[in-house]
C-alpha cells in the first residue's frame, strides 16, 4: 500500500515500486491523504478536487492499484487524533505487508504529517484498544515501512538524502510517467506557484538521480527502510524479497567498500 500526501505525490517517488509491485503479483493499493483542494489558481476547491479526485483514480488504474478516497483538503493534514483514526481504519482494512510512505523529511508539512499519521496508524493496527473511524477490528500482520524520497531528494534544509536501497524502475518508467501525466491539471499550478516548469521532467531528473546513486540503474526509486520495532521482524524485507535484483542496498555496498578499505 502507497500512502502519500496529495494526488500525484505516488506518481512522483512511488508509483515504479508500486507498479513492479503487481506485476510481481501483489495485490497493490493507493491512497492520499489529502483530496488536492488547494491545488489550483483559478478554480475552487470542490472543483478541482473533483478534478483531481478523476486524475488520481486514472493514475491509480495505470498502476494497477486500488484507489481509496481522500480524507481531508489540501494544508489541512495535520497529526490529530480524528484524522488518525480514520487512516488506521484503512490500514486495518488492507492491512498490507508492505507500506510504502512519504520521506520524514520533506518541503512541506503535509507531506511530512502524511508520514507521521500513516506510521502512528500501522502501529497501532494490532491495538483492541484504539477505536478506528470507521470502527475496524485490529490486525494480526507484520508490516514493514519504507520511506520515499523527499521532493527534490533534500530535506527542507537543503541538505542531501540517500536511499537504503534503491528498486530500479527502469523497465516501468513509461507506466509511471503516464500515470503523473494523467494528474494533467497541475502543470500550470506547479509552474506558477514552485517553479516546476515541467512536472514531468522534474520526476525525470529524480529518478534518474536515484538510478544514477544505485550505481547500476537508468531510473530508480529510492526507499529507506523504518525500524521494525512495532511492526515487523528485525530482519524484514519484503521488498527485497518480492523485487530481487531489482532491490539494490546501498547500505551493504556501503558496508563492502568499508571492509575493502580496512583490509587495504
Given at each position: ?58 493514475g ?11 480524507l ?48 502512528s ?17 485490529p490486525?494480526?500482520r ?20 540517500v536511499?537504503?536501497?534503491c528498486?530500479?524502475t527502469?523497465d516501468?518508467h ?47 526509486e ?6 521494525h ?13 518480492a ?10 555496498q556501503?558496508g ?9
Amino acid at each position: 500500500m502507497a500512502i502519500a500526501a496529495h494526488p500525484d505525490d505516488i506518481e512522483f517517488l512511488m508509483a515504479g515500486t508500486l507498479r513492479l509491485l503487481f506485476e510481481a503479483g501483489w495485490e497493490t493499493h493507493y491512497m492520499t491523504v489529502a483530496n488536492g483542494s488547494c491545488g489550483s489558481t483559478r478554480l475552487g476547491p470542490a472543483a478541482i478536487a473533483r478534478i483531481r479526485r478523476a486524475e488520481a483514480r486514472e493514475g491509480a488504474a495505470i498502476l494497477g492499484a486500488r484507489f481509496h478516497e481522500s480524507l481531508t483538503r489540501d494544508a489541512e493534514i495535520l497529526y490529530t487524533l480524528p484524522l488518525l483514526r480514520r487512516v488506521a481504519a484503512v490500514v486495518r482494512e488492507v492491512a498490507p505487508r508492505i507500506l510504502l510512505v512519504p520521506s520524514p523529511q520533506d518541503y512541506m508539512e503535509d507531506h511530512t504529517e502524511t508520514c507521521r499519521l500513516a506510521v502512528s496508524a500501522a502501529f497501532v493496527r494490532g491495538m483492541p484498544n484504539f477505536r478506528t473511524t470507521p470502527a475496524r477490528p485490529p490486525v494480526d500482520r507484520p508490516v514493514t515501512i519504507y520511506h520515499a524520497m523527499p521532493h527534490g531528494l533534500r530535506t527542507p534544509l537543503r541538505q542531501p538524502i540517500v536511499p537504503d536501497v534503491c528498486v530500479d524502475t527502469t523497465d516501468v518508467h513509461d507506466v509511471k510517467r503516464r500515470a503523473l501525466a494523467a494528474h494533467r491539471s497541475q502543470q500550470p499550478f506547479l509552474r506558477a506557484t514552485q517553479g516546476m516548469n515541467s512536472y514531468l521532467q522534474m520526476m525525470e531528473d529524480m529518478s534518474r538521480e536515484v538510478g544514477r546513486m544505485s550505481g547500476r540503474f537508468t531510473h530508480a526509486e529510492g526507499w529507506r527502510r523504518h525500524s521494525h520495532l512495532g511492526f515487523c521482524e528485525p530482519d524484514d524485507d519484503p521488498l527485497a524479497e518480492a523485487l530481487g535484483n531489482k532491490v539494490r542496498s546501498l547500505e551493504r555496498q556501503a558496508g563492502r567498500t568499508r571492509a575493502a578499505r580496512a583490509r587495504s
